[in-house]
């Protein structure tokens, strides 16, 4: 399948984020490696030593440049891998071939690889690769693979909740040697990363670039089609509209989208694991919960990210395709990754348009129609964590 799509590579891709990628890696090649945010970049060090690694493979900068396209190999391995990671944690051996079609041959699971050229799915492969270290109680190399995600993309900072909960859950019997030499490890691995901008003294550039991951488009919406295109008029635009500027009550868009993903992802929680934490607190007993539980917990929680804060991308969903489609591989729900799968598709496509499609005035294309889709697949998945909870409890 690899081979496949190589063969039948799109070379388009968004032209902004192409330019980027070309910039920096003149940059790179002309540079010293902790030099690179001398220009406008904002992204992490770990992609930025792919695109070194692709600068060198190519032999300059300027020939990878002209094959920009060729990037997308990278990360179209991260995609298969994925799929073959889901499957490895699916415990449904005998349905592999039809899963394995779900998402390859799904045309929205790859959009984001072969058509936009981003890089989106390395970070989420790596979360989903921590979550099953973890669940296998190898936290010393569950850590390290979770640093790697959000040192490639912040973004995956949205599942530290799980992450540190696992973390408690592994770590909680095993001696303090085992606790410190699995901190040391993560710790060394994280300084691995940034190992150039320490040696080279440019350790405060990148911090800003850290800090600056927040806030760095101001805008109700980036074209993400959520909640905001369901409850502004049709005369405010919320790509064009300052997030800053005041909604309802005198407050901001932006405190009201943050105040929305604090209720929302609260009260999924709550629905998911409520009652049996207080179950377990009456019991005096350590709660137990399922591989399910975090992964309803992690689609409804990235749901919710992309649905109510602003700023969003359009892309910032991804994670999703991995916890709500190995859920629905588990649970034999199949209902929720069919409807996201159009939802995303839509909502890439109306943006991009790399198909070139005659009809995109059409009522399915317009941002409501898949801000409506995400929305009955949030309230949807909320239904699925009250029933799941109180099944838990039976």
């Known amino acids: 399948m690899f081979l496949l799509l190589a063969f039948h590579l799109p070379d388009s891709g968004h032209g902004y984020d192409f330019s980027c990628w070309s910039a920096w890696m003149r940059q790179l090649d002309a540079?010293?490696?902790?030099?690179?945010?001398?220009?406008?970049?904002?992204?992490?060090?770990?992609?930025?030593?792919?695109?070194?690694?692709?600068?060198?493979?190519?032999?300059?900068?300027?020939?990878?440049?002209?094959?920009?396209?060729?990037?997308?190999?990278?990360?179209?391995?991260?995609?298969?891998?994925a799929v073959l990671l889901m499957l490895s944690m699916s415990q449904r051996t005998e349905w592999n071939n039809l899963h394995w079609a779900l998402f390859v041959f799904n045309a929205a699971f790859l959009y984001n690889t072969l058509n936009w050229g981003q890089v989106d799915a390395i970070p989420v492969f790596f979360t989903l690769l921590s979550l099953k270290l973890f669940l296998q109680n190898r936290a010393i190399w569950a850590l390290p693979a979770y640093i790697l995600a959000l040192n490639v993309k912040l973004q995956m900072i949205l599942f530290l909740p799980i992450i540190l909960w696992l973390l408690w859950v592994t770590l909680r019997r095993k001696s303090w040697m085992h606790?410190?030499?699995?901190?040391?490890?993560?710790?060394?691995?994280?300084?691995?990363?940034?190992?150039?901008?320490?040696?080279?003294g440019s350790i405060v550039p990148l911090w800003r670039v850290v800090i600056g991951s927040v806030g760095f488009f101001q805008r109700v919406s980036m074209n993400a089609f959520n909640f905001w295109y369901l409850v502004l008029p049709e005369s405010v635009n919320p790509v064009i509209t300052d997030d800053q500027g005041l909604w309802v009550a005198g407050i901001s868009y932006h405190i009201w989208g943050l105040l929305l993903l604090l209720g929302s992802s609260l009260l999924g929680a709550w629905l998911l694991f409520g009652q049996r934490l207080i179950q377990a607190i009456k019991r005096r007993v350590f709660p137990i919960f399922s591989q399910d539980?975090?992964?309803?917990?992690?689609?409804?929680?990235?749901?919710?990210?992309?649905?109510?804060?602003?700023?969003?991308?359009?892309?910032?969903?991804?994670?999703?395709?991995?916890?709500?489609?190995?859920?629905?591989?588990?649970?034999?729900?199949?209902?929720?990754?069919?409807?996201?799968?159009?939802?995303?598709?839509?909502?890439?496509?109306?943006?991009?348009?790399?198909?070139?499609?005659?009809?995109?005035?059409?009522?399915f294309f317009q941002p409501k129609c898949a801000a409506i889709m995400y929305g009955i697949l949030l309230l949807y998945l909320m239904r699925q964590a009250v029933r799941q909870g109180r099944s838990a409890l039976c």
């Not at 220009?39 to 770990?46: A, K, S």
């Not at 649970?331 to 409807?339: E, G, K, Q, S």
């Open 31 to 81: 540079q010293p490696f902790h030099r690179i945010y001398d220009i406008d970049c904002n992204y992490l060090p770990g992609y930025l030593y792919l695109l070194k690694l692709h600068v060198w493979l190519m032999g300059s900068a300027e020939a990878a440049s002209q094959h920009l396209h060729y990037l997308k190999l990278y990360t179209l391995l991260f995609d298969l891998g």
């Open 293 to 363: 539980d975090y992964l309803l917990a992690g689609s409804i929680l990235t749901l919710c990210f992309f649905y109510f804060p602003t700023q969003m991308h359009e892309r910032y969903s991804h994670p999703a395709w991995l916890f709500l489609g190995l859920w629905s591989i588990r649970t034999r729900h199949y209902l929720p990754i069919l409807l996201f799968s159009l939802a995303y598709f839509l909502n890439m496509e109306m943006v991009l348009r790399s198909l070139e499609l005659r009809h995109y005035e059409a009522w």
């Open 179 to 200: 606790v410190m030499r699995t901190g040391v490890i993560s710790l060394g691995f994280q300084s691995l990363l940034i190992l150039p901008f320490l040696l080279g």
